[in-house]
């Protein structure tokens, strides 16, 4: 939501959330497997990146 919005407060929000879990997720992943993902990226800092243009391949 914070990367759709452009609102840093929602990132926030998320980061904490992530973190909260990210010792239970860490030693049971198992339990939350849908959380691992996210712990992994806010570790590893993964940047959204959309590319844009105009012509024939980007219209098909």
């Known amino acids: 939501l914070g990367a759709l919005l ?4 929602y990132v926030k929000l998320a980061r904490d959330t992530a973190s909260a879990f ?3 997720v860490m ?3 198992f339990l939350f ?4 993902d996210v712990v992994v990226a806010g570790k590893l800092s993964v940047k ?4 844009t243009g ?3 391949r980007v219209e098909e």
Do not use: F, K, N, R
């Open 54 to 56: 105009e012509g024939q």
């Open 6 to 9: 452009e609102d840093e407060t």
């Open 27 to 29: 030693q049971h992943p």
């Open 33 to 36: 497997p849908s959380l691992m």
């Open 22 to 24: 990210e010792a239970e």
């Open 48 to 51: 959204h990146v959309v590319v």
